[in-house]
């Protein structure tokens, strides 16, 4: 018996028509490339993390690098913000991403807060001066030496998004197409990333 929730029966028919019809596999090299273009697309993500009260938490962040072949995310952080205290205690995170058109990606894994100057340094941008302040007290300066800055990298673990390579209107047609005859529209090239396939990747 399935340990999943299911609230109908629909015999030999697929009960979530919209996946089974846009759900695609393609080669991994094609699934990666057309992700990390995605991802490369938009500035900023959504980050989740799991609060010390249990509850999930998102804020918005800008994305400051890819490692990993373009699926270990980094961030910058505060190391004195919510955020690394929800990650210190657990450490299982979820990026997502959407854009205008209604194409998403949505990758989970694991965070690790990393400290270490190089790396800090690395991917420093004159731009956090402006959100992490300048202490007056020479050393909490928000540059790249300042403490308080570390970066948070994403490990993922498993990936699932969406892209379309058809016009808003060809898109359109298709919904109205589905409402009309009760047939789910095919609008989007819905991709999964297993776990196995990622590590391929590293």
């Given at each position: 018996m399935s340990s999943g929730f299911s609230n109908a029966d629909t015999g030999s028919k697929p009960a979530d028509p919209y996946k089974a019809?846009?759900?695609?596999?393609?080669?991994l090299r094609e699934k990666v490339e057309d992700l990390v273009a995605f991802i490369n697309s938009c500035k900023f993500g959504m980050m989740t993390t799991r609060s010390q009260s249990g509850l999930l938490v998102s804020r918005c962040m800008a994305?400051?690098?890819?490692?990993g072949g373009g699926l270990d995310l980094?961030?910058?952080?505060?190391?004195?913000?919510?955020?690394?205290d929800d990650l210190h205690s657990d450490p299982s995170i979820n990026i997502s991403?959407?854009?205008?058109?209604?194409?998403?990606?949505?990758l989970s894994g694991e965070a690790a807060i990393v400290t270490d100057r190089d790396m800090v340094r690395k991917y420093y941008s004159r731009e956090l001066k402006a959100w992490i302040g300048d202490?007056?007290?020479?050393?909490?300066?928000?540059?790249?030496?300042?403490?308080?800055?570390?970066?948070?990298?994403?490990?993922?673990?498993?990936?699932?998004y969406a892209v379309t390579g058809q016009s808003m209107v060809s898109r359109g047609a298709e919904v109205v197409k589905g409402m009309v005859t009760g047939d789910s529209p095919s609008v989007h090239k819905l991709r999964e990333l297993n776990t196995d396939e990622i590590q391929q990747c590293e």
């Amino acid at each position: 018996m399935s340990s999943g929730f299911s609230n109908a029966d629909t015999g030999s028919k697929p009960a979530d028509p919209y996946k089974a019809k846009n759900l695609e596999n393609p080669s991994l090299r094609e699934k990666v490339e057309d992700l990390v273009a995605f991802i490369n697309s938009c500035k900023f993500g959504m980050m989740t993390t799991r609060s010390q009260s249990g509850l999930l938490v998102s804020r918005c962040m800008a994305l400051a690098g890819k490692e990993g072949g373009g699926l270990d995310l980094l961030f910058h952080t505060n190391t004195e913000s919510g955020k690394t205290d929800d990650l210190h205690s657990d450490p299982s995170i979820n990026i997502s991403f959407l854009d205008g058109s209604g194409q998403w990606a949505s990758l989970s894994g694991e965070a690790a807060i990393v400290t270490d100057r190089d790396m800090v340094r690395k991917y420093y941008s004159r731009e956090l001066k402006a959100w992490i302040g300048d202490l007056g007290d020479g050393k909490h300066d928000g540059g790249p030496e300042d403490p308080r800055i570390a970066v948070i990298k994403v490990n993922a673990k498993t990936a699932t998004y969406a892209v379309t390579g058809q016009s808003m209107v060809s898109r359109g047609a298709e919904v109205v197409k589905g409402m009309v005859t009760g047939d789910s529209p095919s609008v989007h090239k819905l991709r999964e990333l297993n776990t196995d396939e990622i590590q391929q990747c590293e």
